[in-house]
Every structure is written in structure tokens, then in C-alpha cells.
């Protein structure tokens, strides 16, 4: 083993206001319309204290007391955005950017603060979900059926969560089964052949509930878009990008009213998908496709040892099968035939004590298996051995000034069986006075990995297994604010800043043969600003989100390397979302115009290739009819209203207008 080098560092930072992030609820941030005050079937009002996270420090912390920005996306904030996907409902979030590759059902990936997707860690109820072949999930065809929130953590949580959580964190909580019976139906149609069912059914008697969903998908996604081959612009109608998707959970809960509690559930999700090919001519077509084959398994047990102390077991199995043809595209006289089989067990055992007031600690250590069977990369297997500790501690100044100070100290070691050793501490600050929110100061630094995927060092033709883990330094820091009084506004604003060394680069070497190396670096910089309004006891509520990117290549590949001192391709240096929400008696209105930057598309900026900056408006109205035992809501909605043509990426036009109408049942 290494000697482990001690690391000391110090917080600094104090940077400008917003508060998207925390309420009464926080419906997550702009891009999301947020939910006002749920009415009950006898119109009684149900008030919310500040929504409380568990992602930002693994202690359940109000959202406003973290050393760092949170988003919430609550179940009511995924019932009311356009779409049927994770994807969907997170656009627009501050510090957050979508790569999309198409249209609905096509691959979309996510960008936190400036980091490619492989380096934002995605949990299903705080557990690893990011799988180890190229460390990236498809938010394009994970389904919000049976998601009651999500929660986004942005900037360097390795100190918390391990590897891979360099520029964020997203947790995703699905819904828990109820003692009550509960059935709810739902079909939707729209524009391009789209067609969507839903079947819910939940409930239980004395200690044990069940619940159940199924959902299924589908589209002939023969949608409307334009190709330009520069003197031109050509309408046409893809014919290569039709999806299937189905989904489905099992959950049970026991409770017996101790101090014991336990759950197990089982996510299934099946896609069948066409890859739409890139367009480079009015005739351009493709008949490749995708299936992904995928289950996720989780057993999770408490224990209330004391009023003050918890011992937790949460453990899962992982199993995800891809597979990849394409007639078209033949090497050698065979046509590409590839097939992906992901493993991994993780056995996370945790213990929570409280030694004070406002003095909280948990600590835990984690076992995790992984393997991989594939036709193009070697079979390989990965254990991890984990250990960590985080802390709250209040601190207050009540005798020389009225504030509370909080501190979130956090360290933790990974050891894996095939790559090198990580310690990774953090600390967190927050500031304030004492029972308010009117103004807070937050700011974290820590040190974050990201690992060698197995695409990244056993690909057959290619992979290096001398790869070291990707290292970088982050913090961020800024300003919350909540006024609370016949109207409620909140904003947030935050500067962060995340350095990253030894970043893989896929270079060619011999025979034009690429390889991967650790020989770049690269500086994502930014500031994040979101602000809310809510009127008129919440019935309108308007929010603004503005990004500030800077993602740069600071290390040069050779003496003359044009990419040095560059952007890094399809990241907007500048991005921004508007959205407001009409909430009167059982009506709803949502719209969202969402302003994209310029992206490059080449890695040395080329501004030939430059995609220009585009702006979407997509909306939605519902109305909710309520009956004794009985709900219904209609929702019609509208994406890209105004028939923008655009791309995100490259030769991979986007939809021009379309519309979906559902219809939901609830008992």
C-alpha cells in the first residue's frame, strides 16, 4: 500500500445570493415548475416546513443549512414538467446540462458543472446505481414511474460517496408502499406515434405493504426536423429512431412499530431502441439498434439501537445488458454485433450516532463486487473495500454574535483490487443567523477520484490497465436566501471551481491504434444563479436560472496542440431558463423557455463548426377533477412550442413541435 499523503485545507469563500433549492417545498429549481400547496380531495391546505436532503452530507439536513447548492425535485415538481423521463424533469436545474442525442426515447447524458457524465455519480435510494463499464447512465430511458424525488448534489462528493462523484451527485428515491389501498391508471397518446400506459397498485395490512407499478412507452418517433447542407434547409422525417419502453417495480416494507424496519425491492426496466445516425445528407438513414436489459435489486434494514443512535444495512445487486448491432457498419465482412453483461454486489453497512445538540456523526464502511463478460472487452472483475466518516457539528457564537455555525467534516479511503488507493477528505461550512434564513454563507473544498472505467482499461484493441484514477480539487462557494411573508422569494448564487489531473485522454498510437493515458487537465469553473418568486399564496410562481461555464483544457498533448487553452466540446459557456406556473383552484399552467449558448463541436473550437445558440418553450395545463374516493387529471402537453431547429450534438437534429395528452385515474 502507498503511504497516504495527509491532507489540510482551509475554507475561503464568500460569493452572491439565491434559493431555488430549499422551501416550503423546494420544487427542485428552474425548469421544473414548482409545486404550490397540494389540495386534498376535501380541499384542506397541507403546509411543508423546509425540505430535508440526506445527499448533501448522509445526516438528514434541512437544505438550506448545507455547505453546498442541493437541488430538490419533489414528486409534485415531476407531475407537472413536460416528459416521461429523469431527463425530462432535470433540465434547466442550475449548474446541469443535457447531452441529447435525438428525440424522446434517444440517448441523453448528463453534465454537472461543466464534467461529463461519467462524472456525476447516480444513486437509487443513496445506492450505486453508475455501472463500471463506461461509468454512465441513459437518462434518456430512465422513467419517473414510481419516483417520489430527486435530489442533486453538485460539486465533489467523493469524500461522501467514492468514486466518481466529481461534479455531482444525483440520488433518486423512488416511492415506498402504503398502508392504504391506493390504485392509479394511466394513457397518454401524442404526436409521432407516441403512446404511454401506467398501472399502480399499493397497500397493506398490519406490519407488511406492498406496492407495484408497471409502465409501458412506445413511438414510431417518425418526428419532423431539418437537415442543412449549408445552401439549404430540407424538411425531413426520421424513420430510424423508434423506441419500446417498459418498466416495472415490486416493493415490500415491514414494519412492526419497533425499532426494526426493513424493505425489499426490484426495478426492471427494458429498452428497445433504433439509434438514429447522424445526418449528413437529405437521404442519410440507419438501421442500428440498442437494447438494454436491466435489473436493480435492493434489500435495506434499521435498527433505532437508541433515541440517538441507528445502525443500517443497505446492500443491492446490479444487472444491465447491452447490446449494440448495426447491419450498416461492417468490419472485416461482419457486421458490429457487440454485447455489454454488468455485474455488481454492494453491501453498505452504517452506524448514526448524536452526541450533543446539533452534534451528529455517521460512519460506515462498504464492500463492492463488479464484473463485466463482453465481446469487446476482456472479462475483468473489480472488487472495492470502502471506509467513512462524516460529521454536523453546530457551533454557536450566541454570546459575541447572534449566529449559528455549522461544520461538515468528512473523509473517506477507497481500496480497490486493480487500481490505486484513494483518500478523499472534505469540509463544509454554513453560516447564519440564528432560526433564519434570510442570509446564509456556505462553501465546501475537498478532493475527489474518479476510477478507470473497464471500457477504459480492458477494451480488446486498445485498453490500459496502467490507468491511475483521475484526481481533482473542488470547492465552491456562495449565498441563500429565503423572505418569507404574504409573497415568498428565494434566491442562491454560488462559484465554484473544479480541478481536475491525470484525466484520461484517448490517444492514437502505433497502427493509428487509440489508447487511453492520464495526461490531461482540465478547469471547470462557473456560477450558478437561480431565483424564485412565489405569489399570491403560492398561485403563481415564477423562477430564473442563469449558468456561467468555463470548461477548459489547461495541459497541452503535444508542443503544438490546438486544444490547449480550449473549451471542451458541446458546453455552453453561458445557459438560462425562465419558467412560470399558474396553480388556481384545480387548474394548473406551466411554461419554460430555456435559452442554450453556443457549443463547440471540435475540440480545437473550430468556429466553422460552431452550433449557434438556440431557445425552446415547452408547456403544459392540467386540470384535476376530484370525486369522493375518486381523482382524474388531464394534461396536455407541448415541447418546443415555437418549432425551434436545433442541435444539441453534431448531425442530430432535434424534434420541431410536438404534443402529448394524458389521462391519470386515482383510488
Avoid at 445552401?231 to 412492526?256: F, I, K, P, W
Avoid at 457551533?395 to 473523509?411: E, G, K, W
Avoid at 449557434?612 to 384535476?624: I, L
Wanted: aromatic content about 10%; overall charge negative.
Amino acid at each position: 500500500m502507498r503511504k497516504i499523503r495527509s491532507f489540510i485545507v482551509f475554507i475561503l469563500a464568500i460569493a452572491s445570493a439565491s434559493g431555488v433549492n430549499a422551501a416550503i417545498p423546494s420544487e427542485g429549481a428552474s425548469g421544473v415548475i414548482a409545486a404550490a400547496v397540494d389540495e386534498m380531495p376535501d380541499s384542506a391546505r397541507v403546509f411543508r416546513m423546509n425540505e430535508v436532503t440526506v445527499t448533501g452530507s448522509r445526516i438528514a439536513t434541512d437544505v438550506y443549512r448545507l455547505p453546498s447548492s442541493v437541488s430538490i425535485i419533489n414528486e409534485q415538481a415531476i407531475d407537472r414538467a413536460n416528459g416521461t423521463t429523469v431527463a425530462d424533469v432535470l433540465h434547466g436545474l442550475p449548474g446541469i446540462f443535457f447531452k441529447t442525442y435525438g428525440g424522446q426515447g434517444a440517448l441523453q447524458t448528463i453534465s454537472s458543472r461543466g464534467m461529463g457524465p461519467e462524472y456525476t455519480l447516480v444513486l437509487v435510494d443513496g445506492q450505486r446505481f453508475t455501472n463500471y463499464q463506461n461509468g454512465q447512465v441513459d437518462f434518456g430511458v430512465f422513467s419517473t414511474a414510481d419516483i417520489e424525488r430527486i435530489e442533486i448534489a453538485k460539486g465533489g462528493y467523493s469524500a461522501l460517496f467514492g468514486a466518481d462523484a466529481v461534479g455531482g451527485v444525483v440520488n433518486i428515491i423512488t416511492k415506498k408502499p402504503s398502508q392504504d389501498f391506493r390504485a392509479t391508471l394511466m394513457a397518454g397518446v401524442g404526436s409521432f406515434g407516441y403512446q404511454q400506459y401506467q398501472l399502480s397498485l399499493s397497500g397493506g395490512t398490519g406490519i407488511l405493504s406492498l406496492k407495484g407499478t408497471y409502465r409501458n412507452e412506445h413511438s414510431a418517433n417518425m418526428f419532423d426536423c431539418y437537415f442543412h447542407d449549408g445552401a439549404r434547409s430540407v424538411l425531413l422525417q426520421r424513420s430510424d429512431a423508434d423506441y419500446c419502453l417498459h418498466v416495472a417495480d415490486v416493493a415490500a416494507q415491514l414494519n412492526t412499530g419497533g425499532e426494526v424496519s426493513s424493505s425489499l425491492s426490484l426495478r426492471y426496466s427494458n429498452a428497445d431502441r433504433g439509434v438514429a445516425s447522424g445526418l449528413t445528407s437529405a437521404a442519410s438513414t440507419g438501421a442500428a439498434r440498442l437494447l438494454d436489459d436491466e435489473w436493480f435489486a435492493q434489500y435495506q434494514a434499521e435498527w433505532k439501537a437508541t433515541d440517538v443512535s441507528q445502525l443500517s444495512l443497505h446492500s443491492n445487486y446490479h444487472y444491465f445488458d447491452q447490446q449494440y448491432h448495426d447491419p450498416l457498419l461492417v468490419t472485416g465482412g461482419t457486421p458490429l454485433s457487440s454485447f455489454y453483461i454488468n455485474r455488481s454486489v454492494i453491501v453498505t453497512p452504517t452506524y448514526q450516532t448524536s452526541f450533543g445538540e446539533g452534534q451528529t456523526i455517521v460512519g460506515g464502511i462498504e464492500f463492492m463486487h463488479a464484473w463485466i463478460e463482453s465481446n469487446e472487452v476482456h472479462t475483468k472483475d473489480r472488487t472495492q473495500f470502502s471506509a467513512f466518516v462524516s460529521g454536523q457539528h453546530e457551533v454557536s457564537f450566541r454570546a459575541l454574535l447572534p449566529l449559528d455555525v455549522t461544520f461538515f467534516p468528512s473523509v473517506r479511503y477507497d481500496r480497490f483490487s486493480d487500481v490505486d488507493e484513494a483518500l478523499n477528505p472534505r469540509i463544509g461550512l454554513n453560516i447564519g443567523a440564528q432560526e433564519s434564513d434570510a442570509l446564509r454563507v456556505r462553501a465546501s473544498v475537498g478532493k475527489n477520484f474518479r476510477m478507470p472505467t473497464f471500457n477504459d482499461m480492458y477494451w480488446n484493441t486498445g485498453g490500459n490497465p496502467l490507468l491511475l484514477p483521475e484526481r481533482s480539487v473542488s470547492y465552491d462557494a456562495g449565498l441563500v436566501s429565503s423572505l418569507r411573508g404574504a409573497s415568498v422569494f428565494e434566491c442562491e448564487a454560488t462559484y465554484y471551481s473544479i480541478d481536475t489531473k491525470d484525466r484520461i485522454v484517448w490517444m492514437p498510437g502505433a497502427n493509428n491504434l487509440w489508447t487511453p493515458k492520464n495526461i490531461s487537465r482540465v478547469l471547470s469553473q462557473g456560477i450558478e444563479l437561480s431565483v424564485r418568486l412565489k405569489l399570491w399564496d403560492e398561485k403563481l410562481c415564477l423562477g430564473y436560472v442563469q449558468n456561467i461555464t468555463s470548461v477548459v483544457k489547461k495541459s497541452a498533448d503535444a508542443l503544438d496542440d490546438p486544444t490547449a487553452g480550449k473549451q471542451l466540446p458541446y458546453l455552453p459557456e453561458s445557459s438560462s431558463s425562465f419558467d412560470a406556473g399558474v396553480y388556481v383552484d384545480n387548474c394548473t399552467f406551466n411554461i419554460r423557455a430555456a435559452v442554450t449558448g453556443e457549443r463547440y463541436s471540435t475540440e480545437d473550437n473550430n468556429p466553422r463548426y460552431a452550433l449557434p445558440s438556440f431557445v425552446t418553450v415547452d408547456a403544459n395545463v392540467g386540470y384535476k377533477i376530484l370525486l369522493p374516493h375518486f381523482a382524474a387529471n388531464v394534461k396536455l402537453e407541448a415541447d418546443n412550442l415555437f418549432n425551434a431547429d436545433y442541435q444539441v450534438i453534431a448531425l442530430q437534429p432535434m424534434p420541431l413541435r410536438s404534443f402529448r395528452v394524458s389521462f391519470e385515474l386515482m383510488y
